[in-house]
């Protein structure tokens, strides 16, 4: 049996819901929460489509995350994950505490 494919707003809102923190009792779900290097990589991944999305000049390990996230998104959708991620992780949002890794110094 084949599953549906998944839409571009349920994807959109799983993330939202992991970068709030909110936990939904999936096996993914538990490997996430238990993968920090895989987190940490997510993160690193996500801030650079963010960057992508404002038109900021990537650094080499952000275009290679970008591009590895165009083999499974479309352009468009890689945008819209970042300001997603720009959005729940911006200081207003989270005030002095992030769930999300943020690569350092940024």
């Known amino acids: 049996m084949s599953e549906s494919p998944v839409t571009t707003e349920e994807r959109l809102s799983r993330l939202r ?11 993914r779900d538990l490997r996430m929460r238990l993968s920090h290097g895989g987190n940490t990589l997510i993160g690193a991944s996500l801030h ?3 960057r992508n999305a404002k038109g900021l000049e990537l650094t080499e390990l952000e275009q290679l995350l970008v591009e590895a996230m165009g083999t499974v998104l479309a352009e468009e959708e890689i945008a819209e994950f970042g300001r997603v991620y720009q959005e729940e992780t911006s200081p207003q949002r989270r005030g002095n505490y992030s769930r999300t890794p943020s690569p350092a110094g940024r």
């Open 17 to 27: 819901a992991q970068l709030s923190g909110a936990r939904s009792g999936t096996k």
């Open 48 to 50: 650079a489509a963010a």
